[in-house]
């Protein structure tokens, strides 16, 4: 699958919040074999800090680091859940997005590509230093030197799958 193809993972999103919808999900995935659901959680630090204090944050408080948003479900459900304090004006909210130094290559803190199709403001890539992204106050992806301090975005993902693919991996 292309990296700029939205789909992958071919994962749905499920709130962990909502309990009776991730029970409901669950039993369906029984009675429909090859399913997937991805379930995804959020915490929005409100203490600015870098990038790299805000990852290591993160992981002091049991996330996989800053969030990774890699579907479109996933990056809709950010841009809704940090809209609020990305309104007030404050520069927007850290991600789990790097560009690297030299080529300006997008890259996910879990190693995925970023899509071509997310929406993103267009940057030179600087051979000096690696960007940092985050979410601007308009909900798109930005890069920002490492010092920046800002809010952190901390997320977690696991894509749960059916019994029956389970078995057909192993």
Request: include cysteine.
């Amino acid at each position: 699958m292309a990296s700029s193809d939205w789909t992958s993972p071919s994962c749905s999103m499920l709130w962990w919040p909502q309990l009776p919808t991730v029970v409901t999900i669950l039993l369906l995935m029984q009675l429909r074999p090859g399913s997937e659901a991805q379930m995804i959680d959020f915490y929005l630090i409100l203490n600015k800090q870098s990038s790299l204090s805000g990852t290591q944050a993160c992981k002091d408080r049991g996330y996989d680091g800053l969030a990774v948003l890699s579907t479109p479900e996933v990056y809709s459900h950010a841009v809704e859940f940090t809209k609020f304090v990305r309104s007030t004006g404050n520069g927007g909210v850290n991600v789990g997005l790097t560009f690297r130094s030299g080529d300006g290559l997008p890259i996910w803190a879990d190693g995925t590509s970023l899509a071509t199709d997310t929406p993103r403001r267009e940057q030179e890539p600087d051979a000096e230093k690696t960007l940092y992204a985050r979410l601007n106050n308009f909900g798109k992806l930005y890069g920002t030197a490492e010092h920046k301090e800002r809010y952190s975005l901390c997320g977690n993902c696991e894509c749960l799958q059916s019994p029956i693919v389970q078995q057909s991996l192993k």
